[in-house]
C-alpha cells in the first residue's frame, strides 16, 4: 500500500504532466477537440504529408497519454490507484514513481 505522502506526490506528478499534456495539445489547436490544420495548397508534397503524419502522430500519442493520466487521477479520486486494470494485484511504487499513470503491473505489462 502506498503512503499518504507517495499518493501526494504521485498526485502532483499527474496534475503537472496533464497540465503540460493540455499544453501542448493547446498550442497544436487541438485541446477542444479540434483538427489540426494544413494548408491545402500543399497538400501534394511529400514532405507536407509526411510532416502532417509525423504531427497526427504525435498527438495522437498527446490524446492517449492525456486519457491516461486523467484515468489515474480518476483513480486516486475513488481510492482504485495502484492495482493493475488486467490481474487486480498492487502495481510496484517503482513502477508508479516512474510512470505514476501506468495502468498495467509489470508482469502484465510484459504479457502485450
Known amino acids: 500500500m502506498l503512503s499518504e505522502t507517495t499518493l501526494s ?56 497519454s492525456l486519457t491516461d493520466v486523467e484515468a489515474a487521477l480518476v483513480k486516486l479520486d475513488n ?3 495502484g492495482a493493475c486494470e488486467s490481474c487486480g494485484q498492487p502495481i510496484s511504487p517503482a513502477r508508479l514513481e516512474a510512470k505514476p499513470a501506468a495502468r498495467l503491473c509489470m508482469d502484465c505489462a510484459s504479457r502485450r
Not at 13 to 42: H, V
Open 9 to 64: 506526490d504521485l498526485r502532483a506528478s499527474l496534475e503537472q504532466e496533464r497540465s503540460d499534456l493540455r499544453a501542448r495539445l493547446g498550442e497544436m489547436g487541438l485541446l477542444s477537440g479540434g483538427d489540426l490544420a494544413f494548408d491545402q495548397n500543399f497538400a501534394d508534397s511529400s514532405q507536407v504529408t509526411a510532416e502532417r503524419g509525423e504531427v497526427e502522430a504525435l498527438a495522437g500519442n498527446l490524446r492517449e
Open 79 to 81: 481510492g482504485t490507484f
